[in-house]
């Protein structure tokens, strides 16, 4: 099976413009969930999706949206870009809703905001 | 609020020996725990996952040990070698897949 894919795997933005970055979790994964690393912060939870309704948020802004497709592919979406969103942001899918089943990242979309 | 403390931060080590990294966690209502690894500038690779009505798992050279009522979760490598130098983050389930992790321990395996 293919594994959890992210694109782009790079990005460089300015502040003020708006970036949406692409997950395709495992097949047969309707578990989709988000999160920022950091050097300072470390990994910190965004939001997760379950057959395409978010289920949990973290605590970030409103600025960070994301939404979640019928073939469980799953977009996140940042606008008016600040230089702290400069970060790696990686998904990760599931196979159940409860949480009982392993993650599985992607790659990471590495996010470069001037 | 669940926080998650790994210890320690970073750690140096000659090939071959036998480590154990430490997780510490507040919220012991805890669906499971999971054990990745990170190389640099790369994803996240799972290495173990305990429920939390078990008490270990094992994987090759690693094994992971799991204590809810105390908060507490070790990971240990046998015979450590250069390829295991990578990040190694524990990360705690409380609801549904929301994980928190901790803030990992960089490891380093001198040949």
């Known amino acids: 099976k293919a594994g959890v894919t992210q694109t782009p795997r790079y990005l460089i933005k300015t502040r003020g413009q708006q970036v949406t970055l692409s997950c395709s979790p495992i097949?047969?994964?309707?578990?989709v969930s988000w999160y920022q690393q950091t050097p300072g912060q470390g990994l910190q939870f965004l939001f997760e999706?379950?057959?395409?309704?978010?289920?949990n948020k973290g605590n970030f802004p409103g600025r960070f949206s994301g939404r979640q497709f019928s073939n469980s592919r799953s977009e996140m979406n940042v606008s008016t870009l600040e230089l702290g969103d400069s970060a790696l942001y990686l998904c990760?899918?599931?196979?159940?809703?409860?949480?009982?089943?392993?993650?599985?990242f992607g790659p990471g979309t590495r996010l470069l905001v001037l | 609020k669940q926080e998650v403390t790994q210890i320690p931060a970073a750690l140096s080590v000659p090939e071959g020996e036998n480590l154990v990294l430490n997780c510490s966690f507040t919220?012991?209502?805890?669906?499971?725990l999971q054990w990745f690894r990170q190389d640099p500038g790369k994803g996240l690779t799972s290495l173990l996952l305990?429920?939390?009505?078990?008490r270990e798992q094992t994987s090759g050279r690693l094994n992971a040990s799991l204590d809810k009522s105390s908060g507490r979760s070790t990971l240990y490598i046998a015979a450590s070698q250069p390829g295991d130098s990578a990040t190694y983050l524990c990360?705690?389930?409380?609801?549904?897949?929301?994980?928190?992790f901790g803030g990992g321990t960089r490891l380093m395996v001198k040949p």
């Open positions: 305990i429920q939390s009505s078990q």
């Open positions: 990360a705690v389930n409380n609801a549904g897949n929301m994980l928190t």
């Open positions: 919220d012991s209502a805890i669906y499971n």
């Open positions: 999706y379950f057959s395409e309704t978010q289920r």
């Open positions: 990760a899918s599931s196979l159940d809703e409860v949480g009982q089943e392993t993650q599985y």
């Open positions: 097949s047969g994964h309707r578990s």
